[in-house]
């Protein structure tokens, strides 16, 4: 167990506890984060397929989407084009 009072801590240990997760975010907040913009040179949408978030891809090929998920299960985000 983390420190107690250290929300850093205390969220990373929540975090590595969990069984799935859920991501709420909106335009831009990646990268005041340090995470590169999906479209970003460095970003998720060059390197991975962006049709594994499209919802018929999944239906068609769920196992390849699950696996590149990983813990995190749901986005909820805005302002994301054709994502």
Same mark, same amino acid.
């Given at each position: 167990?983390? =420190?107690?009072?250290? #929300? ?28 590169? #913009?999906?479209?970003? #040179? ?19 090929? #769920? ?9 995190? =299960? ?10």
């Amino acid at each position: 167990m983390g =420190k107690e009072g250290d #929300p850093l801590l205390e969220a990373a240990e929540t975090v590595r506890g969990a069984r799935h997760l859920t991501a709420f975010t909106g335009a831009g907040i990646s990268v005041e984060s340090g995470i590169p #913009p999906f479209r970003g #040179p460095d970003g998720l949408g060059n390197r991975h397929d962006p049709r594994m978030l499209e919802l018929s891809y999944f239906r068609r090929h #769920p196992r390849e989407c699950w696996e590149a998920r990983g813990l995190l =299960k749901t986005v909820i985000a805005q302002n994301i084009d054709s994502v």
